[in-house]
């Protein structure tokens, strides 16, 4: 459920209006729901509710200061993968004993960085990146917490680029060295362990590689007790998956994979650690645009937007589809029309769906990317030198800008000529 909907034939974010936001910070723009957002996050309380745990917003997924104060505020902890995020989660207002930091290439300076300003824990993903943990903390006189994060070799049957608990994939430590490896980590100075970590992929949309991989998450706890560490959290992972097409089934709800949790570790007696970041926030987020032009090809029409793969990459680099509405309801019985819909990127690849039936559109007309609240604007750019777009959060009848659009003057001012040239 999200609460974009249409009111007297127009579609609205919460009591918002898109066209009272479009007129004011202009197309394209990526706009928020608070209450979307405050609504999924519970979602995920409500699904663990029958034990100790924290649900940690994976950042990576959508990084804006205000949506992370939002879910900070409700008490979601934080899943970060940078040292920036780190900033990020923490400037919002996030303490740091609800930070966990994922990611394969902590450097040694974003360690140190977080292990001054206080850690949950670290989801350590190698040997070299344990050993560098344990010398810079022994260095600095304190103890890091830490999650080995073990690779299950586990399908979770997702896109290829967004799998990560295959034994190919770059992640983690394979769970058949995991003994060996804790063993280490218990000797090292400066570390202390706390639990195991995993997480097989994105956008999953069936709980049974969830339930492979946490059986043998369970095995793998049982031996590590019976070696003697003291195993107390256990880090799950995210990646349960949303409908981007309104028209197919829906994917598992969160109360379904809290009882795949109780089932297969609930009676361990361990805190359980989740880090959702899309379900959280995809359908709490549209991208609006407008029309530019309408272009009569051979065989095919297409409709120009003034949104382009800079600001919304999914649908160019996984072929991900993203249901697309105008924002002026049509009238009952309005036939539909293929188009391919396209931005003005110089690139083929700037399309966003071909032969997607729409009601007939003209230019300046509005249109609505539904489920676009992550890995939307956390991966846009300025190719083409076209200004990142504004981000907007709307509560009720109140909507701010919580990202502004650049002007082409600051834009320019951030490259330097050199005096030489």
Same mark, same amino acid.
């Given at each position: 459920?999200?609460?974009? @909907?249409?009111?007297?034939?127009?579609?609205?974010?919460?009591?918002?209006?898109?066209?009272?936001?479009?007129?004011?910070?202009?197309?394209?723009?990526?706009?928020?729901?608070? =209450?979307?957002?405050?609504?999924?996050?519970?979602?995920?309380?409500?699904?663990?509710?029958?034990?100790?745990?924290?649900?940690?917003?994976?950042?990576?997924? #959508?990084?804006?200061?205000?949506?992370?104060?939002?879910?900070?505020?409700?008490? =979601?902890?934080?899943?970060?993968?940078?040292?920036? *995020?780190?900033?990020?989660?923490?400037?919002?207002?996030?303490?740091?004993?609800?930070?966990?930091?994922?990611?394969?290439?902590?450097?040694?300076?974003?360690?140190?960085?977080?292990?001054?300003?206080?850690?949950?824990?670290? #989801?350590?993903?190698?040997?070299?990146?344990?050993?560098?943990?344990?010398?810079?903390?022994?260095?600095?006189?304190?103890?890091?917490?830490?999650?080995?994060?073990?690779?299950?070799?586990?399908? =979770?049957?997702?896109?290829?680029?967004?799998?990560?608990?295959?034994?190919? #994939?770059?992640?983690?430590?394979?769970? =058949?060295?995991?003994?060996?490896?804790?063993?280490?980590?218990?000797?090292?100075?400066?570390?202390?362990?706390?639990?195991?970590?995993?997480?097989?992929?994105?956008?999953?949309?069936?709980? &049974?590689?969830?339930?492979?991989?946490?059986?043998?998450?369970?095995?793998?706890?049982?031996?590590?007790?019976?070696?003697?560490?003291?195993?107390?959290?256990?880090?799950?992972?995210?990646?349960?998956?949303?409908?981007?097409?309104?028209?197919?089934?829906?994917?598992?709800?969160?109360?379904?994979?809290? *009882?795949?949790?109780?089932?297969?570790?609930?009676?361990?007696?361990?805190?359980?650690?989740?880090?959702?970041?899309? @379900?959280?926030?995809?359908?709490?987020?549209?991208?609006?645009?407008?029309?530019?032009?309408?272009?009569?090809?051979?065989?095919?029409?297409?409709?120009?937007?003034?949104?382009?793969?800079?600001?919304?990459?999914?649908?160019?680099?996984?072929?991900?589809?993203?249901?697309?509405?105008?924002?002026?309801?049509?009238?009952?019985?309005?036939?539909?029309?293929?188009?391919?819909?396209?931005?003005?990127?110089? *690139?083929?690849?700037?399309?966003?769906?071909?032969?997607?039936?729409? &009601?007939?559109?003209?230019?300046?007309?509005?249109?609505?990317?539904?489920?676009?609240?992550?890995?939307?604007?956390?991966?846009?750019?300025?190719?083409?030198?076209?200004?990142?777009?504004?981000?907007?959060?709307?509560?009720?009848?109140?909507?701010?800008?919580?990202?502004?659009?650049?002007?082409?003057?600051?834009?320019?001012?951030?490259?330097?000529?050199?005096?030489?040239?």
């Amino acid at each position: 459920m999200d609460h974009f @909907l249409y009111r007297d034939g127009i579609l609205h974010a919460e009591d918002v209006a898109l066209p009272e936001i479009a007129a004011a910070v202009g197309t394209p723009f990526y706009v928020y729901s608070t =209450a979307t957002l405050a609504r999924h996050f519970q979602l995920f309380e409500e699904a663990l509710g029958w034990t100790d745990h924290l649900v940690c917003f994976a950042i990576k997924s #959508n990084s804006n200061l205000a949506v992370l104060k939002v879910l900070g505020d409700l008490g =979601a902890g934080m899943d970060v993968v940078s040292g920036g *995020e780190y900033r990020r989660a923490r400037a919002a207002g996030v303490p740091g004993e609800r930070v966990v930091f994922s990611g394969v290439g902590k450097t040694r300076e974003e360690i140190a960085y977080v292990l001054e300003h206080g850690i949950r824990q670290f #989801n350590v993903e190698s040997e070299p990146e344990l050993l560098a943990i344990s010398d810079i903390a022994s260095a600095m006189g304190v103890t890091a917490p830490i999650a080995l994060r073990v690779n299950p070799d586990v399908d =979770a049957k997702t896109h290829e680029k967004i799998a990560t608990g295959k034994s190919e #994939n770059k992640f983690g430590i394979p769970i =058949a060295k995991a003994r060996a490896v804790y063993a280490e980590a218990a000797s090292l100075p400066g570390i202390e362990v706390v639990g195991i970590d995993v997480h097989i992929g994105s956008q999953l949309t069936d709980l &049974t590689p969830f339930e492979a991989a946490f059986l043998k998450v369970r095995e793998l706890t049982e031996a590590l007790r019976a070696d003697g560490h003291d195993i107390r959290r256990l880090d799950l992972g995210g990646g349960l998956g949303i409908p981007y097409e309104r028209s197919n089934s829906a994917p598992p709800l969160p109360i379904e994979y809290g *009882e795949v949790i109780r089932g297969t570790v609930g009676d361990l007696g361990c805190e359980i650690e989740i880090e959702p970041g899309r @379900l959280i926030s995809g359908n709490a987020g549209l991208l609006v645009s407008s029309v530019i032009y309408l272009k009569q090809g051979e065989g095919r029409d297409f409709l120009i937007l003034d949104a382009a793969m800079n600001d919304l990459v999914r649908p160019s680099m996984y072929n991900a589809h993203h249901d697309i509405v105008p924002v002026v309801e049509p009238a009952p019985g309005t036939e539909a029309a293929p188009y391919d819909i396209v931005g003005p990127v110089c *690139e083929t690849g700037d399309t966003f769906a071909k032969g997607r039936p729409l &009601t007939p559109l003209g230019p300046g007309d509005l249109v609505a990317f539904r489920s676009a609240g992550a890995y939307g604007a956390v991966m846009a750019s300025e190719y083409n030198s076209r200004p990142l777009i504004p981000e907007v959060l709307v509560k009720g009848s109140e909507f701010a800008v919580i990202r502004a659009r650049p002007s082409f003057e600051e834009m320019l001012s951030r490259d330097t000529i050199p005096e030489w040239l």
